[in-house]
């Protein structure tokens, strides 16, 4: 049984639950997560688990190559048919993709369908149609929370490829280099090694820039004396992984030393916490409680984690709102911070599985502060 396979298997209880015709999803992300491809405009699941995957016709061929037999039809989608189709292109022409399913599928008002995204042109077609629409986007992002042996084996070659990457960057050396230089070599390695795209913009935060959790690279060149976090993360067959150092370079202050302990510190106490039946809210709150003994509590001003897959924030949130109790397979990061303006930030963050009985790390690359 292939992958597309394996995971569409995983919608059989949401159509059970809520009586569901037809599962149709739009959101690009949960596209992937079923399909592993990246340019999917709509994918529909029917209650057999046949399924249909409409793309844009010029990424038709690409796809076709590379799903082969897996997917049950595809559907190259233009608004124009220039030129003629040939005999080995299937193609739906219209100005409204929800057409195909109107069209395509000839839906009623007596059916049932369940969307990733009520507010899309698609469920906006219809209703208009009369045809009954269910928001199902909250069940599938808790499939998507659980991870199985592949999609796990993915994250960790991307983390792998990130570690090599950061590792490259440190033994370059990083005094007198400037932000955009270092996140440029960890963009090339990153690529060279094997990633299909970084997860997201690398973050390299020197100095006093480190007191901005989501900094922007710039050409402010790298000090003797000062903190740089190093916020990275590969994409590799679509799955994502996110890691963060922060490291001296030379000698810091003893202001600097005591936010770096502090925050390695909250780091190792939550990560001590991950395991099932954890709710995410007692994890969030081992980490704020140890900053604010040290007195950092007021500059600890984001969540202590987030789930990772095919987009670098997925559910579970890490969070004091969260709800969620921590499950096995789950992969979540832990990434406890301070920031200090004028002064500067640390930060420390690691992909980690939940397992049955605690948790190991995806990221491996060693912590050194000093």
């Given at each position: 049984m292939g992958l597309i396979t394996n995971k569409v298997r995983k919608v059989t209880g949401i159509f059970d639950e809520l009586s569901l015709d037809f599962v149709v999803l739009v959101?690009?992300?949960?596209?992937?997560?079923?399909?592993?491809?990246?340019?999917?405009?709509?994918?529909?699941?029917?209650?057999?688990?046949?399924?249909?995957?409409?793309?844009?016709r010029l990424d038709y061929q690409r796809v076709k190559d590379a799903v082969g037999a897996e997917i049950s039809k595809l559907?190259?989608?233009?608004?124009?048919?220039?030129?003629?189709?040939?005999?080995?292109?299937?193609?739906?022409?219209?100005?409204?993709?929800?057409?195909?399913?109107?069209?395509?599928?000839?839906?009623?008002?007596?059916?049932?369908?369940?969307?990733?995204?009520?507010?899309?042109?698609?469920?906006?077609?219809?209703?208009?149609?009369?045809?009954?629409?269910?928001?199902?986007?909250?069940?599938?992002?808790?499939?998507r929370e659980v991870k199985d042996e592949d999609e796990v084996r993915l994250i960790e070659e991307a983390s792998r490829i990130t570690e090599e990457a950061l590792d490259r960057v440190l033994k370059m050396g990083l005094e007198g280099r400037r932000e955009n230089d270092v996140a440029a070599v960890l963009y090339k390695e990153m690529i060279s090694n094997g990633a299909d795209d970084v997860a997201f913009k690398p973050i390299v935060a020197s100095g006093p820039n480190g007191a901005?959790?989501?900094?922007?690279?710039?050409?402010?060149v790298i000090r003797r004396g000062e903190f740089v976090t190093?916020?990275?993360?590969?994409?590799?067959?679509?799955?994502?992984?996110?890691?963060?150092?922060?490291?001296s370079v030379g000698q810091v202050s003893k202001e600097l030393r005591d936010m770096a302990l502090a925050v390695f510190e909250a780091y190792?106490?939550?990560?001590?916490?991950?395991?099932?039946?954890?709710?995410?809210?007692e994890v969030d709150s081992i980490a704020r409680e140890v900053l604010s003994e040290y007195g950092y509590g007021q500059y600890y001003i984001h969540s202590t984690g987030h789930g990772v897959g095919v987009e670098?924030?997925?559910?579970?949130?890490?969070?004091?709102?969260?709800?969620?109790?921590?499950?096995?397979?789950?992969?979540?990061?832990?990434?406890?911070?301070?920031?200090?303006?004028?002064?500067?930030?640390?930060?420390?963050?690691?992909?980690?599985?939940?397992?049955?009985s605690g948790s190991r790390p995806l990221s491996k690359y060693p912590i050194y502060l000093f």
């Open positions: 959101n690009t992300a949960n596209i992937s997560y079923f399909t592993g491809i990246d340019s999917g405009l709509m994918l529909v699941i029917d209650r057999f688990l046949n399924t249909t995957l409409i793309v844009p559907i190259g989608y233009t608004t124009v048919e220039v030129p003629q189709r040939r005999h080995d292109e299937e193609l739906f022409v219209s100005k409204e993709l929800g057409d195909y399913l109107l069209r395509g599928l000839e839906l009623k008002p007596s059916n049932i369908v369940g969307i990733d995204n009520v507010g899309s042109p698609v469920a906006k077609e219809l209703n208009s149609a009369g045809v009954r629409v269910i928001d199902i986007n909250d069940k599938i992002l808790g499939i901005y959790p989501h900094h922007s690279f710039t050409g402010r190093i916020d990275v993360g590969a994409k590799y067959h679509l799955y994502c992984t996110d890691m963060t150092r922060t490291v190792k106490k939550a990560v001590s916490h991950v395991r099932p039946g954890v709710k995410a809210s670098v924030h997925e559910k579970p949130a890490i969070s004091p709102s969260s709800n969620e109790e921590l499950r096995a397979n789950f992969v979540i990061t832990i990434e406890p911070g301070v920031y200090i303006k004028g002064v500067g930030g640390v930060r420390i963050e690691d992909t980690i599985l939940i397992t049955d």
